[in-house]
């Protein structure tokens, strides 16, 4: 075992921290709509932080760390040029406030309201299939990293039985991830995440400052300069990553383009966009997001820069033979590419700080474990069960449903771990598989909340488009013929592009069978105010839509505080945008050597974990808050018990 007595004792009392807020969260689910989004009772800063943890799993720590230390710091520059795009969306409310307004309980619902029960049913199988495709491989990467970290056997033997740990210590991981989702629905999932993400990130800056004192700036730069001698695939300079395999510029081209494509589609977390207290606070909770992820952002990406240092600084000689000795024994390539990092921490952190990281895994293992299970095995039956059945069920029976899908999730996320060979990085897997649903739904949500004459047809027609590519591109990949393989044997077209490609596909069949729809065969117009409950279809719970400049910032519901969040997130994003752009300028002028670009990043990182620190000792507090009115809420709210996400047709 790697890790000692204090090590094993820090995981083992945020477990039992986690297990007594869930039991005593328990009491609180009295409806559908408690165990499915918490009665819609959530407040800002709380949906911000869970949210968010539910998005951070350890299979995406994991991503990050492969994702860096392969690209180094030209995704950050990416992220300046992008993240405007990232902003204008959440301070518009663009998807959200309108689905919101929908009053529908998921997304699938909203799908029926726009098109028919029957596309509703065959979207809400494809975001299943697809869903549980994605998420089938996070308890292999987690129980591997848990694996090689904690030094865990690969194999028991009892008498003249032998079992290898690796199927155990899926089915323990997915046992306890269902048991926290089927417990306290989307209370206790809400609630525990959100005391996850408060715990990681203060790990994260223990972790920064313990880094920073290891490694000095001057090691760090000669390090990365070093390293980026090669034309075209500079660690620091991102004008020069071309040759960077995967990670190069298209690949964060094409995910800009999805991430505004695609917003409210993936249903990994849909139990968090329908759990705010109303449309503004889901709209605040988004711009809150801007602040709540630097921490865990600086981190993500400062840890593989460190271990690229370790790994090829000669200082580290000795530490660096330790860490390929461990590797040396991992067969799959792939995943011993996801070791790297990991390895290079174990090796490095103390005893008590090796505690405190596997605790942030497995914290980040469980939030992603319980959120996934509850939305897929949710989607099952609110959006192809009970369309199906024709009727709703009676309240019981529908949570006892409810719970039972969970359980099949983690069934066939079991065989999918234990029988799936993954040959690709972690991100292009999940853009992929993603892709299933998304390349499609994104034409299909935007269309329908937008556009009038969006059409049920072109809606099929852009669904089946979306995952027909997606698929074909997945089996492309797998099986590899010699005419889908470029010069290094590698796939012709890659996961991302064929991600992109679906997109592309999906939007242009849903326009154009949309329009041949309504103008051929005569079809009437959709009507949106009443779908919206807007102008005279409004009533007294609906909220006032705004136009023109200000649909991008204040409506009537923002507060001093809110415009002060709102000028905050902008000013940010605008800040690293104009720096973004002005280190464009300079590359191009001649400045921007590799040592200025090296010394830039480190400034960068120490800059945004004092900024994280500030921000992680708000979010407790907002969070809290928002914690303790969520409780009171739930104790004196009034349940309807047909609130259950069943559409009735008039």
Same mark, same amino acid.
């Given at each position: 075992?790697?890790?000692?007595?204090?090590?094993?004792?820090? =995981?083992?009392? =945020?477990? #039992?921290?986690?297990?007594?807020?869930?039991?005593?969260?328990?009491?609180?689910?009295? !409806? /559908?709509?408690?165990?499915?989004?918490?009665?819609?009772?959530?407040?800002?800063?709380?949906?911000?932080?869970?949210?968010?943890?539910?998005?951070?799993?350890?299979?995406?720590?994991?991503?990050?760390?492969?994702?860096?230390?392969?690209?180094?710091?030209?995704?950050?520059? @990416?992220?300046?040029?992008?993240?405007?795009?990232?902003?204008?969306?959440?301070?518009?409310? @663009?998807?959200?406030?309108?689905?919101?307004?929908?009053?529908?309980?998921?997304? #699938?619902?909203?799908?029926?309201?726009?098109?028919?029960?029957?596309?509703?049913?065959?979207?809400?199988?494809? #975001?299943?299939?697809?869903?549980?495709?994605?998420?089938?491989?996070?308890?292999?990467? /987690?129980?591997?990293?848990?694996?090689?970290?904690?030094?865990?056997?690969?194999?028991?033997?009892?008498?003249?039985?032998?079992?290898?740990?690796?199927?155990?210590?899926?089915?323990?991981?997915?046992?306890?991830? *269902?048991?926290?989702?089927?417990?306290?629905?989307?209370?206790?999932?809400?609630?525990?995440?959100?005391?996850?993400?408060?715990?990681?990130?203060?790990?994260?800056?223990?972790?920064?400052?313990?880094?920073?004192?290891?490694?000095?700036?001057?090691?760090?730069?000669?390090?990365?300069?070093?390293?980026?001698?090669?034309?075209?695939?500079?660690? *620091?300079?991102?004008?020069?990553?071309?040759?960077?395999?995967?990670?190069?510029?298209?690949?964060?081209? %094409?995910?800009?383009?999805?991430?505004?494509?695609?917003?409210?589609?993936?249903?990994?977390?849909?139990?968090?966009?329908?759990?705010?207290?109303?449309?503004?606070?889901?709209?605040?909770?988004?711009?809150?997001?801007?602040?709540?992820?630097?921490?865990?952002?600086?981190?993500?990406?400062?840890?593989?820069?460190?271990?690229?240092?370790?790994?090829?600084?000669?200082?580290?000689?000795?530490?660096?033979?330790?860490?390929?000795?461990?590797?040396? !024994?991992?067969?799959?390539?792939? =995943?011993?590419?996801?070791?790297? *990092?990991?390895?290079?921490?174990?090796?490095?952190?103390?005893?008590?700080?090796?505690?405190?990281?596997?605790? *942030?895994?497995?914290?980040?293992?469980?939030?992603?474990?319980?959120?996934?299970?509850?939305?897929?095995?949710?989607?099952?039956?609110?959006?192809?069960?009970?369309?199906?059945?024709?009727?709703?069920?009676?309240?019981?029976?529908?949570?006892?449903?409810?719970?039972?899908?969970?359980?099949?999730?983690?069934?066939?996320?079991?065989?999918? !771990?234990?029988?799936?060979?993954?040959?690709?990085?972690?991100?292009?897997?999940?853009?992929?598989?993603?892709?299933?649903?998304?390349?499609?739904?994104? !034409?299909?949500?935007?269309?329908?909340?937008?556009?009038?004459?969006?059409?049920?047809?072109?809606?099929?027609?852009? =669904?089946?488009?979306?995952?027909?590519?997606?698929?074909?591109?997945?089996?492309?990949?797998?099986?590899?013929?010699?005419?889908?393989?470029?010069?290094?044997?590698?796939?012709?077209?890659?996961?991302? @592009?064929?991600?992109?490609?679906?997109?592309?596909?999906?939007?242009?069949?849903?326009?154009?069978?949309?329009?041949?729809?309504?103008?051929?065969?005569?079809?009437?117009?959709?009507?949106?105010?009443?779908?919206?409950?807007?102008?005279?279809?409004?009533?007294?719970?609906?909220?006032?839509?705004?136009?023109?400049?200000?649909?991008?910032?204040?409506?009537?519901?923002?507060?001093?505080?809110?415009?002060?969040?709102?000028?905050?997130?902008?000013?940010?994003?605008?800040?690293?945008?104009?720096?973004?752009?002005?280190?464009?300028?300079?590359?191009?002028?001649?400045?921007?050597?590799?040592?200025?670009?090296? /010394?830039?990043?480190?400034?960068?990182? %120490?800059?945004?974990?004092?900024?994280?620190?500030?921000?992680?000792?708000?979010?407790?507090?907002?969070?809290?808050?928002?914690?303790?009115?969520?409780?009171?809420?739930?104790?004196?709210?009034?349940?309807?018990?047909?609130?259950?996400?069943?559409?009735?047709?008039?």
């Amino acid at each position: 075992m790697n890790m000692n007595l204090l090590d094993w004792t820090i =995981l083992a009392a =945020l477990l #039992a921290f986690l297990v007594t807020v869930l039991l005593g969260s328990r009491k609180f689910v009295r !409806s /559908s709509a408690d165990f499915l989004a918490a009665g819609r009772l959530g407040g800002r800063y709380l949906l911000s932080i869970s949210a968010g943890m539910s998005g951070v799993g350890a299979v995406t720590i994991i991503a990050a760390f492969e994702m860096n230390y392969a690209a180094g710091f030209s995704p950050v520059w @990416w992220g300046f040029i992008t993240g405007i795009i990232g902003i204008i969306s959440a301070l518009s409310g @663009w998807v959200l406030y309108r689905f919101r307004e929908t009053r529908a309980l998921t997304l #699938a619902q909203f799908l029926e309201m726009r098109y028919s029960r029957k596309f509703r049913i065959f979207a809400g199988i494809l #975001a299943w299939i697809s869903g549980v495709a994605n998420y089938g491989i996070f308890p292999a990467v /987690s129980v591997r990293f848990f694996t090689y970290f904690c030094g865990i056997p690969s194999h028991w033997d009892l008498g003249f039985i032998t079992l290898p740990t690796f199927p155990l210590l899926v089915m323990l991981v997915l046992a306890l991830g *269902v048991w926290f989702a089927t417990s306290g629905g989307q209370i206790a999932i809400m609630v525990t995440d959100f005391i996850q993400g408060m715990f990681c990130n203060v790990v994260f800056l223990v972790l920064l400052i313990f880094l920073f004192c290891v490694f000095n700036k001057e090691m760090l730069i000669s390090t990365l300069v070093s390293l980026s001698g090669t034309s075209g695939k500079s660690l *620091v300079d991102p004008f020069q990553s071309n040759s960077i395999r995967d990670f190069n510029p298209w690949f964060f081209i %094409i995910n800009t383009v999805a991430a505004f494509y695609s917003v409210g589609a993936w249903l990994g977390s849909q139990g968090f966009q329908v759990a705010a207290k109303s449309p503004h606070e889901q709209k605040m909770a988004g711009l809150l997001g801007t602040w709540r992820a630097i921490a865990q952002n600086m981190l993500f990406l400062f840890i593989p820069i460190c271990a690229l240092v370790v790994m090829n600084h000669v200082e580290f000689i000795p530490l660096s033979d330790q860490v390929h000795h461990v590797l040396d !024994s991992v067969e799959n390539p792939q =995943l011993r590419d996801q070791l790297v *990092v990991p390895v290079v921490l174990l090796k490095l952190l103390p005893a008590g700080l090796i505690g405190l990281f596997a605790a *942030v895994m497995f914290a980040a293992m469980l939030s992603t474990d319980n959120t996934y299970m509850h939305s897929w095995g949710s989607i099952m039956v609110q959006d192809i069960i009970m369309p199906l059945r024709g009727r709703p069920f009676a309240p019981e029976t529908h949570m006892k449903l409810l719970k039972l899908s969970i359980v099949f999730v983690g069934v066939v996320a079991f065989f999918i !771990s234990n029988f799936y060979r993954q040959t690709q990085y972690i991100y292009l897997y999940c853009n992929i598989t993603g892709a299933i649903f998304m390349g499609g739904a994104g !034409s299909v949500i935007i269309g329908g909340l937008y556009w009038k004459k969006g059409s049920t047809l072109g809606a099929w027609s852009a =669904l089946t488009t979306g995952s027909v590519l997606a698929v074909g591109n997945i089996v492309l990949c797998s099986w590899l013929p010699a005419w889908f393989r470029n010069a290094e044997g590698r796939p012709l077209i890659n996961e991302q @592009w064929g991600f992109g490609i679906s997109i592309a596909g999906a939007i242009g069949v849903y326009i154009l069978v949309s329009l041949l729809e309504r103008f051929v065969k005569h079809e009437p117009d959709f009507n949106l105010d009443e779908m919206l409950h807007r102008n005279r279809y409004a009533d007294s719970e609906s909220a006032h839509p705004v136009s023109g400049i200000r649909a991008l910032g204040f409506t009537e519901e923002f507060t001093t505080g809110d415009k002060f969040i709102f000028f905050a997130g902008l000013g940010w994003t605008i800040l690293w945008f104009i720096v973004g752009v002005a280190l464009a300028v300079l590359e191009y002028a001649g400045y921007m050597d590799a040592t200025r670009w090296a /010394s830039f990043w480190i400034w960068y990182v %120490i800059v945004g974990a004092v900024i994280g620190a500030i921000t992680t000792v708000i979010f407790l507090i907002g969070g809290t808050r928002d914690m303790i009115e969520l409780y009171h809420d739930l104790r004196n709210a009034r349940r309807d018990v047909h609130d259950d996400g069943w559409v009735e047709h008039h």
